[in-house]
């Protein structure tokens, strides 16, 4: 044990903790990681294959860069 000084008093805490954390393989579950992480870039790479037939590399870049310019 320890012993901590808190605001009011002084307090024992234990130095490990008792169990173990169960380790979670997803961030937020399994389908939710799977929409944001596999099914985003599959969005997106046909919206940037469509947005080449209209637009230069640049205006595209430029859309990119003031995208994250504006934190999305």
Known sequence: MQQ???FSRLQTVPSEPTTAARRKLWILSSWRDLVLYVGT???LIPAFALAQAKWSPQDIY???A???AMGH
């Open 41 to 43: 870039p599959l969005l």
């Open 66 to 68: 003031a995208f994250g």
């Open 62 to 64: 430029l859309f990119v």
């Open 4 to 6: 901590v000084q808190g």
